[in-house]
């Protein structure tokens, strides 16, 4: 009978330490965010310092810009960014809503340890900046798209990991532009440094100039900086790239003679980029649209009309 009653006393004693431990347990608040599961990156390739296995990762988080919602490209507006070991689920919580959306679109760049190790302190100092990311040559690229709800770790669903080598993208050179007079307008910050090069260059080329005849003053006047006709240089391409008649996305502004690029495009597209070209005052020097038909892991060169 004494077994009996310490049997009870001890079941009794368990069952109160399993309700508390229960108790305390529940009272792990949910999280409200989105998760980009590492194990959907490192799946058929690995994880680790091996030549060919996914070492880190570095994902971009933006909110809703404008468009169509169903359409990436419409979710253009930097939110908040990270850097992962790829054994870490990428997870970003309680994200604003943008323009009363709780959508997001994620870029991933994804390196070998060798890839990371060329280029680490960019990647870890890169933030929000997604150009900076491409440069540092990731070994692989995808896209997510993930939607948050309260109370809950929402899953992001990405495309497949594609290697950078074969990433499907336009490029559009910013150096010169040609204009429908028949003129051509040149990058300032290049014709700026050729000029400073042809002139140390030249040891007499100060007697020379005072040599010339009258017309050499007048020419300088109507000259801007480089010696460009004034109205004719620009320091900066605000582009706008629009896919298949689609909504444009946030236009991108480069400084010139930096190329423009359309990364992960979509493939198999006709695109056209609307390209503004403004002066040291942000004033318009001219406007053009540029095109390109993509082909699935190539790169295409942009043809542009002639500046208006």
């Known amino acids: ?17 399993a309700c508390s431990g229960s108790e305390s347990t529940s009272g792990i608040p949910p999280i409200t965010g989105i998760t980009i599961r590492a194990e959907t990156l490192t799946t058929g390739r690995g994880c680790g310092r091996g ?22 490209t419409s979710y253009q507006t930097a939110l908040t960014a990270g850097v992962y070991d790829c054994f870490a689920d990428g997870t970003f919580v309680e994200l604003p809503a943008v323009s009363g959306s709780f959508t997001y679109r994620l870029e991933v760049y994804a390196f070998t340890a060798p890839a990371y190790d060329a280029a680490a302190l960019a990647i870890e100092t890169a933030g929000t900046n997604a150009e900076t990311l491409r440069g540092t040559k990731p070994t692989w690229t995808t896209v997510c798209i993930a939607t948050q709800q309260r109370d809950v770790q929402s899953l992001a669903i990405c495309d497949p990991l594609t290697a950078t080598i074969n990433e499907t993208r336009i490029v559009l050179p910013t150096g010169a532009f040609s204009r429908a007079d028949g003129r051509v307008s040149t990058c300032v910050r290049t014709a700026t440094v050729d000029a400073g090069t042809d002139a140390s260059d030249g040891g007499d080329g100060a007697t020379d100039a005072d040599a010339g005849d009258n017309d050499a003053g007048a020419d300088a006047a109507d000259a801007g900086d480089g010696g460009l006709p004034e109205g004719l240089g620009y320091v900066t391409v605000r582009a706008t790239a629009r896919v298949n008649d689609m909504v444009p996305a946030a236009p991108a502004e480069i400084p010139c003679p930096d190329t423009f690029t359309v990364h992960d495009a979509v493939p198999a597209a006709h695109y056209a980029i609307d390209v503004v070209l403004l002066d040291e005052s942000g004033a318009t020097v001219g406007t053009t649209t540029c095109t390109a038909d993509t082909q699935d892991g190539k790169e295409s060169s942009a043809t542009c009309a002639p500046v208006e």
Not at 1 to 17: E, I, Q, Y
Not at 58 to 65: D, H, K, P, R
Request: proline content about 5%; cysteine-free.
């Open 51 to 72: 030549p060919t296995q996914l070492f880190k990762y570095a994902a971009v988080v933006y909110g809703y810009t404008n468009g169509l919602p169903n359409d990436r």
């Open 1 to 17: 009978m004494l077994r009996l009653r310490w049997l009870f006393v001890a079941l009794v004693f368990f069952a109160f330490l």
